[in-house]
DNA sequence: ATAATAGTGTCTGTTAGACATTATGCA
DNA sequence: TGCATAATGTCTAACAGACACTATTAT
């Protein structure tokens, strides 16, 4: 049986989500754009969180701040080489991270546009773009898609962006207050912008490995769970 | 590398979660009360959920209305023969099914009391309750704890054993009638209770097979994510 | 001064939960 | 008639979202 790991690896690329694809090496499908991936190596791997650590290392010189099991998808059908069962991750990294990935192998394409991919890939992503949306809307996941440190209005934008629609300005500030995981930097973000300088901010130490959690949710009329 | 499936099958007993639970049959921990589990069978499966339902029906005898993917485990510790990978689901049914469940080798446990339980059968079902008492606390989930009919008393008392905390009756009664998932039924609860006789519902059709969610979740304040 | 965005104060409609009241069957 | 639970009405505090207003920089 043919045991794998894929990993949707999501970003924010010209103000939307974009997924990092990779062109395959070898069949099947060589030559085609796909989620990186590869399979378990037992001896080496301690588990598939592991693989999947090794696999955007390798694959594409990424190493991501935040990295999450999906699924696992399995069936006779996803792989010409017959029954198969692959281990999909998903993870969300700041767009200098990509940019900066040492190999300039990865190719970003429109999280919502990329159609066509090899295997169950299109499947995998759905689900990936499904858990980030919904995620988001009850925590603070989507830090992980911003830098080390970042303004309110840029987080709100980031917010906006995985969630798909507008959220209330006061209604974000107060939440981000109440969950208390981001402190101010006394330097501010000033640059050639001809307005008011918006305050920068990083994760708080014990929030950096961790999500904070919203009982009701930022945006209950919006995002689905 | 060994690749199998575990079933965490959760019902209601003596008013808590039980789990039931299987004598291993075969080395290794042949004797000891295990999940019900089983290799996968590429020829025979069409998938790990179809695996699933496969080992439910052959190995306790039970068929349940909800089974759902948890996550897969895997390393080079969880199973004394080497390196593995489980994908793991979780079921939830009535507790008349199980009692009715043909072969009476199912063993009920309580969940939070399992413990000493094979391979990493500890962790899968501590992921299970994690899992069922999220999803609970803003989805209909816990119906499928209960029968075909069941008295809006009963079915709070459900989502109370799954949650751990007293709900709100006024509450959880409009979010029940805000759902719009339940339609009552002419007939009435009376047997020997010597008290107001409650109403009797059932599901809507169009929620047999489809989890109805609300946006802010019953409870608020409670049942964490 | 003006433009443009950052940040805050305040009001209002909605909603969850508390409490109280009525309803209904059995002993 | 009394008891126990079902079911519903109503009040209140909390909160999300709307709107308006102030703050601060560059041109």
């Not at 998903?90 to 940019?99: C, I, N, R, W």
């Amino acid at each position: 049986m043919i045991c794998s790991v894929d990993v949707a690896l999501l970003t924010v690329h010209q103000g939307a989500l974009a997924v990092a694809l990779l062109e395959r090496e070898h069949e099947p499908f060589a030559g085609a754009l796909a989620l990186p991936g590869g399979f378990i190596h037992p001896e080496e791997d301690q588990d598939t969180q592991a693989a999947a650590v090794r696999i955007l290392r390798t694959k594409a010189g990424i190493v991501s701040p935040y990295l999450e099991q999906l699924a696992t998808f399995s069936g006779p059908g996803r792989d010409p080489r017959g029954w198969s069962l692959a281990v999909a991750y998903y993870a969300l990294v700041p767009p200098e991270v990509v940019a900066g990935s040492g190999c300039g192998r990865v190719v970003l394409r429109g999280a919502s546009e990329a159609r066509g991919l090899p295997f169950d890939h299109g499947q995998i992503l759905a689900a990936a773009l499904a858990r980030v949306q919904s995620k988001s809307s009850y925590s603070s996941l989507p830090v992980y898609l911003c830098g080390e440190t970042f303004t309110l209005p840029q987080l709100q934008a980031v917010y906006e962006v995985v969630l798909g629609e507008p959220i209330n300005k006061v209604s974000f500030r107060r939440k981000m207050e109440e969950l208390g995981l981001l402190e101010p930097l006394e330097g501010q973000l000033l640059a050639g912008k001809a307005h008011r300088p918006a305050q920068l901010y990083r994760l708080r130490p014990q929030f950096r490995r961790r999500l904070a959690l919203t009982d009701r949710g930022l945006n209950p009329g919006g995002g689905g769970r």
